[in-house]
């Protein structure tokens, strides 16, 4: 198994369990979503608040940017269809000097956790 695969099969154990994602913010609130080579783009999640910040000490360009979280309910209702609808990819565990790993679309995501059991949360702000 390759690290990603093993990082994404971590995300989907790890982010029902712990029942948030987490993300990274810039200094004026905004989500980053990098691009890739072939032109599209992907926002990063991770299952564990200490493997985003892992990236944010370990690589360069995430030096500085802010952790934040959401709760998971949330995310897979509201947020990863919104994603969708932006046509970006969802970046699972990145990870390594140059946070990279698996690049999932939105609706295999969905198709992950399709069958965990509750309702979207009510609508609320990343943390």
Not at 3 to 8: D, G, L, M, N, P
């Amino acid at each position: 198994m390759t690290v990603s695969a093993a990082h994404s099969a971590a995300f989907r154990r790890e982010a029902p369990a712990a029942g948030r994602v987490w993300t990274v913010l810039e200094d004026d609130g905004s989500c980053i979503a990098p691009h890739k080579p072939d032109g599209s783009r992907a926002m990063p999640f991770w299952s564990l608040r200490s493997r985003a910040q892992h990236v944010v000490e370990q690589v360069a360009a995430y030096n500085g940017l802010e952790i934040v979280s959401m709760p998971f309910d949330q995310w897979l209702h509201e947020f990863v269809p919104w994603l969708a609808e932006q046509g970006v990819l969802i970046g699972v565990n990145w990870s390594g000097e140059r946070a990279t790993g698996y690049d999932v679309s939105p609706q295999d995501v969905l198709g992950w956790f399709a069958g965990l059991e509750g309702g979207s949360s009510p609508p609320a702000a990343i943390d």
